[in-house]
Nanobody, 118 residues
Framework: QVQLVQSGGGLVQPGGSLRLSCAAS????????MAWYRQVPGKQRELVAS???????NYADSVRGRFTISRDNNRITVYLQMNSLKPEDSAVYYC????????????WGQGTQVTVSS
């Protein structure tokens, strides 16, 4: 069974940077798209960024130019580098694994809090 374990996150001042990591194990990830989502209380979870198995990348308009998604050479760890952070980026961030031809993650990380505040 696919398992995703996240690390990173925390408290940062506006304009600062953080990096999130998501390590996958327990399955075959050929063809998977890896994605980062975020959620604030009372709102739906929203897609922040995604990277396909062919390294096609997509960003939400709100983070484009500030966030960078990447994956390591063995393709089982995905990162989200977040720069120029704003208070509105504060949320719980989740990584998700979307199988080939799927639309939604079938596995989720445990979530990590990102708080941007002075």
């Amino acid at each position: 069974q696919v398992q995703l374990v996240q690390s990173g996150g925390g408290l940062v001042q506006p304009g600062g940077s953080l990096r999130l990591s998501c390590a996958a194990s327990g399955g075959i990830f050929f063809g998977y798209t890896m994605a980062w989502y975020r959620q604030v209380p009372g709102k739906q979870r929203e897609l922040v960024a995604s990277i396909t198995s062919r390294d096609d990348i997509n960003y939400a308009d709100s983070v484009r130019g500030r966030f960078t998604i990447s994956r390591d050479n063995n393709r089982i760890t995905v990162y989200l580098q977040m720069n120029s952070l704003k208070p509105e980026d504060s949320a719980v961030y989740y990584c998700g694994a979307i199988p080939f031809r799927g639309n939604v993650p079938t596995a989720w990380g445990q979530g990590t809090q990102v708080t941007v505040s002075s």
